[in-house]
């Protein structure tokens, strides 16, 4: 398996990392274990920004190294608008997102609780979304129905 072909697959297990990271930080909150929380939503933070370096060193690669375009989808039928419906809402929210997970790290990490646990419900559900989401755009595009 070449370089390229390797970075969807890191990128996934990126992905699924921080949705794992992130499904323990709520578990963790909802039981008052603060110290294990902040481990987790932490550990989230860095392998999220782990994932869009890589992301955005795959897409360097293919289109400045290579000359190549984005990985086509070769699903048919009702599976493409469902792949392309969820490909548009994680892309879109995963744009918008980081700002606002900074903010709600500041927050908690500064001790000013209310205010982090305010944004925290609107944010995290965002955040997870797009984690989950990116594993299924990974499935769909690269095990199921695997891209050209």
């Given at each position: 398996?070449?370089?390229?072909?390797?970075?969807p697959?890191?990128?996934?297990?990126?992905?699924?990392?921080?949705?794992?990271?992130?499904?323990?930080?709520?578990y963790f909150?909802m039981?008052?274990?603060?110290?294990?929380?902040?481990f987790?939503?932490?550990?989230?933070?860095m392998v999220?920004a782990?994932?869009?370096?890589?992301?955005?060193?795959?897409h360097?690669v293919?289109?400045?190294?290579f000359g190549?375009?984005?990985t086509?989808?070769?699903?048919e039928?009702?599976i493409?608008?469902?792949?392309?419906?969820?490909l548009?809402s994680?892309?879109i929210?995963?744009a918008m997102?980081g700002?606002?997970?900074i903010v709600?790290?500041r927050?908690?990490?500064k001790?000013?609780?209310?205010?982090?646990?305010?944004l925290?419900?609107l944010?995290y559900?965002?955040w997870?979304?797009?984690?989950?989401?990116?594993v299924?755009?990974?499935?769909?595009l690269?095990?199921i129905?695997p891209?050209?």
């Amino acid at each position: 398996m070449d370089l390229l072909q390797i970075f969807p697959h890191i990128n996934a297990t990126l992905n699924a990392l921080s949705s794992v990271f992130l499904l323990s930080g709520f578990y963790f909150i909802m039981r008052r274990r603060i110290a294990a929380h902040r481990f987790c939503m932490l550990s989230a933070s860095m392998v999220s920004a782990l994932f869009l370096i890589m992301y955005l060193a795959h897409h360097a690669v293919r289109t400045y190294y290579f000359g190549l375009g984005p990985t086509k989808f070769t699903g048919e039928g009702i599976i493409r608008p469902i792949y392309f419906t969820i490909l548009t809402s994680h892309t879109i929210l995963a744009a918008m997102i980081g700002p606002f997970v900074i903010v709600t790290l500041r927050r908690g990490l500064k001790g000013r609780y209310e205010s982090h646990r305010k944004l925290a419900r609107l944010v995290y559900p965002i955040w997870l979304y797009v984690s989950i989401t990116g594993v299924v755009v990974y499935l769909l595009l690269y095990q199921i129905y695997p891209g050209r």
